[in-house]
Structure formats: structure tokens, C-alpha cells
């Protein structure tokens, strides 16, 4: 296909996928590569209008972040492999925004598993819930408690004393100390 | 600095103004100087129609008008949820030559973005008398460099003669002159009797290459910052807003030592940090105006007050970074977090915020 058949693809699919018209001028702006490159993994994994605006917008950040081309970013392994791999449209389409996020927010998704992996390490019993802040957009979590009886509320209060240490780090965590 | 002027309004009351004839002077000759009846200003204020950068256009649009309204304010930061500094705003004029893509005046001059300035500036001179005489034993300090930067039109208006000539002679009140620029040719000229502080905003060089547009480069601010600290001035410096890109920590680190191995520590009044914050018409608007920017593609999320952050803990790691390396310099230098609530502020320096009033005064003292 050369660049005006390209451009008339994605102007069907756009169409098809009442995709706005300021999505579509800013797909349309990208490198012929790049362009083409969208356009092949939206048909393949099929992408609703939502998830083809969302790729978009990530993909642009992160060609701005990393000075790459878009092309680029579907050309690295991991993306790679959700294109081409097994599985189903939608879920493909789930884990491709998944992964393109990962790239947007490296740090950000590093510091959740870790965070996650401490709340998981301290085995907390049915009973406590830890609630940590969306996106860390804060360095507040919530601890909340379920009990129906003197005995259980005494038993989860236990448990909470003895993951004092691991809370503690959590805290810390939040609050950006090494 | 060097203006880029497309064209000059001049409101017909303020036409024989002292601060319109400065300007005109100023001026080169090929600007077309149009005057204006009063109740056009306005519009002459207004976005230029057609414009594909209305708010950039406005930038090259000099409006001299009276302002109507009080140029004396609290600072529009405050807020119940953050700790404040007791900051005063004085507004001698609105948007800025410079255009530095994070800057939160392209949302909030979206719809009047020419750059004005207030021929009736003297005026304020009043209310800061009345602020002063109405709360005696308290000391305030007041800074230009909220809507526009105290200094980088002052080649033309020379204002800041005026307010350090005010300023020098006034017990309870500071000026604080706050810039980018390096812009120091009349503060030179006068003695400030240690009532005027100049504050530079700094950045490390990465951010200057790919943000600050048209602003001095950081070695310059710095350099400017020794000259007008032995004439007498003293100096601020505020981190702000700090940016969290790859590499920022090490970036930040140079800037600071840059910083303190041409002022000392013991000679800096106060340090401030703010981290890039952005409510999402700013981000709308600045990612749309400078879409090749990296800076403003950071690890950023909505934050509870409805600004996108940085993410917490990158945010406050950084904050912690630079607070230490000012502390291991060996000087209490004051320092205080913009836009932050009062736990972040205990969290960073180990410390809860003192009472804005307290905080307002010892900056203010030095």
C-alpha cells in the first residue's frame, strides 16, 4: 500500500470508529511508519473507538518522552508479542494498553508492584483490607477492618500490632523515602 | 530582553502617562502604536481573531492601560488544603515575554492574553501604604511576579525603580522581585537599604532547553543572583516548579551545587519548591501549544485537588533530594513547599508548616 492508501484506510476505520475528528488529524500527522503501523495493530486486535483513542494518546506521550516514533514502540518485543500473540481481540486489545501504560509510566508501575508485593508480604487475615491511594496520587491508604464479633476484632487488632513493621514501610514507601 | 512586538495599544487616559512615555521610548520605532478609547481596551486585551496561537500572539501585543481593580492581593495559591507562605501579590502587569511551556498563565490569560501593563501603577503605592499602616508590627512580603515576571519588561518601564524606591523606605514591608531574567541593569542603579529581594526561579539545563523558552539560561540567573547580592539585594531561589523527568535528581543535585558555589548558602533568605503542577485545561492547553515537549509528559496523575502531579512518592522523593542537599550545605536556609498540603511539608522537612502569618514574616525579614 503507498501513503494515500494508508491514509484512506485509516480514514475508513476512523469512520467506522466515529473516532473525533482531532484523533484522527493527529494519527493522520505521524510518520508514514507510524501511521501504517496503528492502522495494522487497530485492524489485527481490533480496537474500539475508546481503546484506539486512549492508544493514541499514549502513544504520543511516549514517543515525546523517549524522542522515538510510534512505529518504534510497536517495533519493541513486548508489543511485539500482544500483537502477534494468542488470545483473543479484546483481550489483546486490554493487554496492549496495559503494556503501552507501562512505557507512559514506568516508575509509577515499578512503584505499585512493589508496594502491592509489601502489602501481599505481610498474609493479612480475611477481615483487614488495605486500600492503597489510585495511581499514588496521595500518600494516604486506608486500612479497614470487617468484623462481626468482640473475638474477631480482637484477633484482626493482633494482626494489624504484628504487621506494624510492614505498615510502617508501606507508609515510607508512599512517601517516597528510600 | 528583547521585545517581539507586533503591535502597541495605549488607552487614551494614559496616553501622557509617565510610565506610556517610557515605554514609547523604549520602543522600537516600527511598532505601530495604535490609541484606544477607554472602554476599547478591552477588547484590545482580548485574543487576537484568527490567530492559530491566540495566547502566543497575545505575548506580542502590548496593551498600556489603568487597571481598575486592586493591584494589592493574597497570594491565589492559598488555599485551605495547602500550607501557604504568606505571600502577597502586587499586580503591576499581565503575561510575560517569556513563554515557558508549563506556564499555568496560558489557561488563566486564555482570554486575555495581550501583555498589559498598568500605566496607574503608583496607585498601588497607596494600598501598600494602608495594608502597612492598618497591621503595624506585622511585615509583609509582596511580589510582582505572580501574572507576570517582576523583571522581564523592566528595560522598557524601568518600574522596578519606582518600587525599590518606595520599597527602601518602608519598615514593614519586602519586595519581592521574582524572574527568569537576568535583567538587573536598574536594580544595579539603586540601593535597596536591605528591604528588596530578588528571587530567581531555577531549572536545570534540561529544562531550560526544552521549556523556558526565551528566559536567561540558569548560569546566567545564578550569575545575576551574585551581582545583585553585592549590590546589596538580598536573594531567594525557588525550585519551582520542579520536574521530574529522567535523570532530574542528578540534574537537580549540579544545579544546587552550581548554585552554592556562587552564593553562599548563609546569604540565601529562602528556598522554595513546588512540583509541576498542572489542572487539566493548563495540560490541555500546554501540550496542545508545545506538543514536542517532553517535560510535560511526566509520570503525572490527577491529584485529590483536581491538578495532575507527579505521582507522590516520585514527587516527594525529589523534594526530599533537593531539601538535603541544601541542609548538607550547612546553613538553616528557610525553605517551604508551594501548592503542598501540611503533611507533605512535615513529611519533606521533618516538620509541620508554621502559621502563614510566621512563615510571611521571617521570609520577609530574612
Not at chain 1, 505521524?30 to 496503528?38: E, F, G, H, I, P
Amino acid at each position: 500500500m503507498n501513503a494515500d492508501e494508508i491514509d484512506a484506510q485509516i480514514r475508513m476505520l476512523a469512520a467506522e470508529r466515529r473516532l473525533p475528528p482531532s484523533h484522527l488529524a493527529r494519527w493522520l500527522a505521524m510518520d508514514a511508519a507510524s501511521r501504517a503501523a496503528l492502522l495494522d495493530i487497530a485492524r489485527v486486535i481490533r480496537l474500539r473507538t475508546g481503546q484506539l483513542m486512549t492508544a493514541l494518546d499514549t502513544l504520543e506521550e511516549v514517543a515525546v518522552r523517549e524522542h522515538v516514533t510510534v512505529a518504534a514502540i510497536f517495533d519493541r518485543p513486548e508489543i511485539r508479542r500482544i500483537a502477534g500473540g494468542p488470545g483473543s481481540a479484546p483481550s489483546r486489545a486490554s493487554a496492549l494498553l496495559e503494556a503501552l501504560r507501562t512505557l507512559r509510566y514506568p516508575l509509577l508501575k515499578r512503584m505499585q508492584e512493589q508496594i502491592r508485593s509489601e502489602v501481599a508480604a505481610l498474609k493479612l487475615p480475611r477481615g483487614i483490607s488495605i486500600v492503597l491511594p489510585k495511581e499514588l496520587a496521595s500518600d494516604e491508604f486506608t486500612v479497614s477492618l470487617r468484623v462481626r464479633s468482640a473475638a474477631e476484632l480482637a484477633h484482626l487488632l493482633e494482626a494489624l500490632d504484628r504487621s506494624r513493621p510492614g505498615l510502617a514501610r508501606i507508609i515510607e514507601m508512599l512517601a517516597g523515602k528510600k | 530582553m528583547k521585545f517581539d512586538l507586533d503591535a502597541v495599544f495605549v488607552e487614551h487616559g494614559c496616553a501622557g502617562s509617565a510610565l506610556a512615555t517610557r515605554i514609547l521610548g523604549a520602543l522600537a520605532r516600527d511598532v505601530p502604536v495604535t490609541h484606544v478609547a477607554d472602554s476599547d481596551t478591552r477588547e484590545a486585551t482580548r485574543p487576537a481573531p484568527g490567530a492559530p496561537d491566540p495566547f502566543g500572539a497575545g505575548k506580542r501585543r502590548l496593551v498600556i492601560a489603568r487597571r481598575k481593580t486592586p493591584f494589592l492581593a493574597p497570594c491565589p495559591a492559598g488555599s485551605s488544603e495547602f500550607a501557604c507562605c504568606g505571600y502577597l501579590v502586587l499586580t503591576l502587569a499581565s503575561n510575560c515575554p517569556m513563554d515557558c511551556s508549563y506556564c499555568f498563565l496560558q489557561e488563566f490569560l486564555a482570554d486575555n492574553p495581550s501583555f498589559q501593563v498598568y500605566a496607574n501603577f503608583a496607585d498601588s503605592f497607596d494600598e501598600l501604604d494602608r495594608l502597612a499602616a492598618n497591621a503595624r508590627g506585622r511585615i509583609f512580603r509582596v511580589g510582582t511576579g505572580d501574572l507576570a515576571d517582576s523583571l522581564a519588561f523592566d528595560s522598557i518601564t524601568s518600574i522596578s525603580r519606582d518600587l525599590i524606591d518606595f520599597f527602601a523606605s518602608r519598615e514593614n514591608l519586602t519586595l519581592e522581585l521574582k524572574t527568569k531574567t537576568d535583567e538587573i541593569e536598574n536594580l544595579l542603579a539603586m540601593d535597596p537599604r536591605g528591604r528588596v529581594l530578588v528571587s530567581w526561579t531555577l531549572s536545570p539545563d534540561a529544562v531550560y532547553r526544552s521549556s523556558e523558552h526565551l528566559a536567561a539560561p540558569p548560569s546566567a540567573r545564578i550569575a545575576a543572583a551574585r551581582a545583585v547580592l553585592d549590590a546589596g539585594y538580598r536573594v531567594a531561589f525557588h525550585f519551582d516548579p520542579l520536574i521530574a523527568y529522567p535523570g532530574a535528581e542528578r540534574d537537580y543535585i549540579l544545579l544546587i551545587d552550581e548554585l552554592l558555589d556562587v552564593v553562599p548558602p548563609k546569604q540565601i533568605s529562602f528556598v522554595s519548591m513546588g512540583g509541576l503542577r498542572m489542572t487539566p485545561g493548563l495540560r490541555g492547553a500546554a501540550r496542545s501549544r508545545f506538543p514536542g515537549d517532553p517535560m510535560l509528559c511526566g509520570e503525572d496523575v490527577l491529584a485529590s485537588d483536581g491538578r495532575f502531579r507527579t505521582f507522590t512518592p516520585l514527587r516527594l522523593s525529589l523534594y526530599r533530594t533537593l531539601a538535603d542537599r541544601f541542609r548538607k550545605a550547612g546553613a538553616e536556609i528557610p525553605s517551604y513547599l508551594c501548592m503542598e498540603p501540611a503533611s507533605v511539608h512535615e513529611s519533606v522537612f521533618g516538620a509541620p508548616p508554621v502559621r502563614p502569618a510566621i512563615i510571611g514574616k521571617r521570609l520577609a525579614r530574612g
